[in-house]
């Protein structure tokens, strides 16, 4: 059994623990005894006594990842019990909607530095963090015990393993896993890219927003930015939208895009892919001609040295698009960068409404599906935001 370090607090930091949030920072250690390697699991100490237990990493501004406030054993029966509990989640939730879901969610499912994502009878995991690396070979046996996958692609490729000392990793680790898998959702079917994708593959975040836009886009004139593989106008087709054009500078994304909807048996118009600088589309796109518009950009920043540049660029891309959408549009606008929460990213389209000239209203906040669900204790998981706007 593998010796578990100590992590002493200091005295005064007692919320490090009383608030149940799954980061213990650096700054709240006393000291570390009984440490040979990071990654470690570790017990951490409160007044001699035993309050958490998770592992360490001194290389960290986040030494410690909680993975139970209380003194347990991290062994292969406690990952397959936090598997199995987030899987009956997970299933229960999305009631057979789709064949793909986030199994585990980091933190929010209680496994800090792990996400899994299913792909039908594929599973696609990344670990972040030092001390999931050293637990991924129990990780690897319980989801081959209980989901009895054709394979498990790694794809540890986060910036936020150079923090922790590691490398990118990309490797099969069960199986055999195929560069691509379909995947069903609403009745639709979607090319998923395992090997080379976004992610994991696909935006499964987006699911719910995607049913929401369709809602609203019968007999509209649309515009999808930063389309990617085009899930989100293959939706509006479905719902009769009136006209699309899906926009992205990728070739590669595109192409993905006319394959899903080859896979539907849906023809695209001669204009409804657009390969272009969703910048320089906005900003030579004429005024009043669509009245729905979707904003769905990349991150724009993983670190605060870039926020200031990250708010720079959500603020025009909404800009442009509010100023030149028509009287009665609706604009489905997201942000999934990290470090912009939803106060700001509100904040943001606040100004460039202001500065667009428009009357706007929210008609509802927007966020990640039920499978990405947050722990209360822990709202630093919560990337994915967005807001349903009506231009009046």
């Not at 379909?182 to 995607?210: C, I, M, P, W």
């Not at 320089?280 to 540049?309: E, R």
Request: a negative charge; proline letters at 2%.
């Amino acid at each position: 059994m593998t010796d578990y370090a100590e992590v002493h607090l200091k005295k005064n930091r007692k919320e490090a623990v009383e608030e149940k949030s799954p980061w213990i920072f650096s700054g709240a250690l006393h000291a570390v005894r009984n440490f040979d390697e990071d990654g470690q699991l570790c017990h951490v100490y409160l007044d001699d006594r035993i309050v958490a237990t998770g592992y360490i990493n001194t290389q960290t501004n986040i030494a410690v990842r909680v993975l139970e406030f209380a003194e347990v054993a991290i062994d292969r029966a406690f990952i397959r019990n936090r598997i199995e509990t987030s899987r009956a989640m997970k299933e229960t939730l999305l009631q057979g909607s789709s064949d793909a879901y986030r199994l585990i969610h980091a933190e929010g499912d209680l496994l800090p530095g792990l996400v899994v994502d299913k792909y039908g009878e594929y599973l696609v995991l990344q670990s972040s963090t030092a001390g999931m690396d050293l637990l991924l070979d129990d990780v690897v046996a319980v989801l081959v015990e209980v989901f009895r996958p054709k394979g498990i692609l790694e794809k540890s490729t986060s910036s936020s393993r150079r923090t922790e000392g590691r490398e990118e990793v990309r490797r099969v680790l069960h199986g055999e896993v195929p560069d691509e898998v379909v995947v069903s959702e609403h009745g639709l079917k979607y090319v998923v890219d395992l090997a080379g994708g976004q992610k994991t593959g696909f935006f499964l975040d987006q699911r719910e927003n995607r049913q929401i836009i369709a809602r609203h886009a019968a007999g509209r004139t649309a515009l999808n930015c930063y389309c990617y593989s085009a899930t989100m106008g293959l939706c509006m087709r479905k719902a009769g939208v009136g006209s699309l054009n899906n926009v992205d500078m990728s070739a590669g994304a595109l192409a993905l895009a006319a394959r899903n909807y080859t896979l539907n048996g849906i023809e695209p118009a001669e204009d409804e892919f657009q390969a272009a600088d969703v910048n320089d589309f906005l900003g030579g796109m004429p005024a009043d001609y669509y009245d729905l518009i979707i904003l769905d950009p990349p991150k724009f920043t993983a670190s605060k040295k870039t926020v200031n540049n990250a708010i720079k660029g959500y603020k025009h891309i909404n800009m442009m698009a509010l100023r030149k959408i028509k009287k009665g549009g609706l604009l489905f606008t997201f942000s999934c960068s990290g470090l912009v929460d939803a106060e700001l990213f509100r904040k943001i389209v606040f100004y460039a409404a202001k500065d667009a000239g428009r009357d706007v209203r929210i008609v509802r906040a927007l966020s990640a599906d039920v499978d990405h669900a947050l722990s209360v204790y822990h709202r630093e998981n919560e990337y994915l935001k967005g807001l349903m706007l009506y231009v009046v």
